[in-house]
């Protein structure tokens, strides 16, 4: 699987974008997309890069850290976060706010 293919695969995934939603945002028909994302199909280059502009900008931002293989900042990885990952992280800040004692900031 080619390089750009993956990690929009695992974009999908992550910001638990449908293939509908993907259709919707970018005009390319679900069947195009599937073919695309299960390597029958190449876009071309021109074809793929106006996909990927169509596409909200955090999961545009994060597909190029990953591209160049560049570490996300702390806010796209929260949101390219799976909803378990989330609930995690809500529980950890939990935790962090009820054990500073103050709750007007967090502890550092």
């Known amino acids: 699987m080619s390089q750009h293919r993956e990690i929009f695969n695992q974009l999908l995934l992550a910001f638990g974008y449908s293939a509908k939603q993907v ?7 679900e069947s195009r997309l599937s073919r695309f994302r299960t ?3 190449d876009l ?16 545009q931002n994060t597909f190029w850290q990953k591209i160049h293989n560049e570490e996300p ?7 390219s976060a ?15 706010w009820a054990s500073s004692g103050d709750t007007g900031r967090l502890a550092s």
């Open 44 to 59: 071309e280059a021109g074809e793929f890069f106006g996909l990927l502009a169509q596409m909200p900008k955090e999961f």
């Open 23 to 29: 259709s919707a945002w970018t005009g390319i028909h």
């Open 39 to 41: 390597s029958k199909l």
């Open 73 to 79: 900042d702390w806010r796209t990885r929260v949101l």
């Open 82 to 96: 799976s909803h378990s990952e989330v609930e995690e992280i809500l529980k950890v800040l939990a935790e962090r």
